[in-house]
């Protein structure tokens, strides 16, 4: 790919010529209007105008992604490929969404369109990217190699700060090496960011000093005041925390941007929103294209749910979306560490771990199946920790449970290997 | 409805029970997860248990807003209502985002999901707002009263800054109220804004001491980085600019809140990437709730597009989102200038002051319309406002046309006044 370009793959969908409005984004997105202009001269053209250069014809389809009650199909699909001179949009985010993104949407004639993918020219490195990543959230953690094993307070909300506090100790005894605050929690009335601090920081610290382990401890600082949200950055730092749960999409661009430039905590990303622009096949956004931005943007450990997740997402997505974190952008740093969650309990770990390339190179993150193991938390990190070591060594899940009873208990509650907490 | 609640109306679709599902969100939104837990006491579900306050069926669809491959229909819908404690949210954006509308859309089971509306109680209007809003963007502009034209630069990029500055001298000339750089025009490499300014605002000064008239140009000062947001800000306010161009989707909450507190300037809103939240009937989001947050950020002027607009958007569509912005949340001071726009050239203006209420409170921005006038850009300007001058006092425009030879010939060029210029 030129050193000079910008490069965006749209699925394209529509009862006319896929081909001709992906040329007509391309015009419209650099240089054109819908009336011929005096202005736009071949100088002009040779400086910004964007042009196709790949078509891939798809399959059609026989219902519309977006109705289209006075058409008719066959609704037409293809992978169109659309060179942006970089000197055209240069390597600020608000503009390539502006111009890259934002603007495809609004075509007429469309009744489909999906952002496939972005490919970015070396001029983009210079964003942050991540802080910590990969290296640094195990260092942070002091868990060198293997597994990490992560949970969340439960119940999402409604718990005073020393409720939260003995959630917590509860957490740290049970093992875990990573605790969040859940991401609807931020700083409410009865229970703001400040008192949860002050409640939950004396029990980590106590923790430590007693085993040795310090557990990292992920809060809810975000606000969609840039701030409010340093401030609360600065609560956590100020009381020896490390780390942050930043809801990416709600705070938005500016808002990353600006902690990032700022931040000396590791910043655990949650996506929620992402699903609205990705659940219909034929509209929205890939993940791979959005990750890379907010990657850019500083993420150091990135949620992507798991397999039989209790949400929407198919497993086979999850598995999409593990890879492309793993997938340089420019360079190993620029890597999250990726954040295996929602509905998981331990049963899930071989099928992960056989589809996500046999890595041991994530956060296991188990709500519900820690909190809710019949034998409590502490068997339930266990039983995670064994269905883990008997994946790694191939050991099926039945015959590491008989000697287990932690792994034997979830798998009888929470169901089989192949089954769903949902 | 109570000061304590934040009420949210969801168009909820499934093959199963809207009902059923709207408490699901109600629960997995506030105090839920996916197995019981002893922490889920009374106790925090009286502080932060969301409920469903009202459900109202629609009629069921036929085919799934989201593709169905194993399941059938019918799809019942209904708009439920959920009443979010304030003490669980607080008055935080983000908070209000992450627990009332974005998880939302990760629930199992759906097969479309739409937030049609958020009603926000009183302790929301700690928000600062529009600065200038109708009545400061009148006086910035010195139009008391009337019609407000406006104009864009065109082509989109790649004009060099003196190139931008002779397309403002003619639009000067030509007698607007308003220019703006597109959207898609920021701070690229062949027209850094510091230079496009240096370039342009003498244009601006020598109009003003030659006519008095101060022409407001709004500057493209979008970045994902707020710290480059405010520099380009005060690029502008030190050059004597006094508004921009605002991409709020591509610079995020947190980069608008970070601007708003410390703006001087009229900030005039563009919303694309908007599309891809509302373009779908069964999904997203409608115009009421997102307009409603960005104006509690503080956008002065609203793009909504406008009638036979260029883009996908249906007329009423237009005329909703018109009546939303004239809508006061908590004052009249909170509504923004609306700014009807999109293959704007005067045709429309009949049918535009017709269904919005018979104001001219209102900018009316033509791009194409005013460049791409046969007579040249002041005839463009003209036959605007001779096209509203009409509108106003029920003149049909082939009468008007007769005396007005600039009206004349935008109706040649552009089509009837039921014509469109796409």
Sequence with gaps: MPRDEIRVTYRIETSGDPEALAGKIASDQSTGTF??????????????????????????????????????????????TVAFPLEAVGTDIAALLTICVNGAYSVRGLTGLRVMDIDLPPAWAC?????????????????????????????????????????????????????????KLMSPGYSPLAERIAAVMPVIHEHEQRTGKRVMYAWGISSADPDTLMRNHDL??????????????????????????RSALCLHAHRNGWDLLTRHPGLGMEFRPYQKIW??????????????????EPDESFVRSFRDCMTPIFSPADRPLPVVC???????????????????????????????HPMGPAAGVAAIRQAWQAAAQDIPAEVMAKEHPELAASLRKFGGPGGSPS
Tied chains: 1, 2.
């Design 342 to 372: 929602s509905g998981q309990w331990g049963g899930q770990a071989w099928d992960t771990y056989a589809r996500t390339g046999r890595t041991l190179d994530l956060m296991y993150l188990g709500g519900g199946g820690i909190h809710g």
């Design 35 to 80: 009336t011929e202009l005096p202005g736009e001269t071949a100088a002009v053209r040779a400086r910004c105008a964007a042009r196709v250069v790949g078509i891939e014809p798809l399959e059609p389809l026989n219902v519309p992604s977006i109705p289209d009650p006075t058409g008719h199909g066959p609704y037409r699909r293809a992978d169109a």
């Design 295 to 312: 990657r850019l943007l500083g993420v150091d450990q990135f949620q992507i749910n798991g397999i039989r997740a209790k949400y929407w």
């Design 236 to 261: 956590v730092l100020d009381a020896g925390g490390n780390a942050a749960v930043v809801n990416i999409n709600s705070i938005g661009h500016g808002g990353m941007s600006f902690l990032r430039r």
């Design 127 to 183: 964003h942050p990217g991540p802080q910590f990543g990969i290296d640094g959230s195990r260092r942070l953690m002091g868990v060198a190699e293997g597994l990490i094993i992560a949970s969340i307070i439960k119940p999402s909300l409604g718990l005073l700060p020393e409720e939260t506090a003995e959630a917590v100790r509860v957490l740290c005894e049970a093992g875990v090496d990573f605790i969040k605050d859940d991401e």
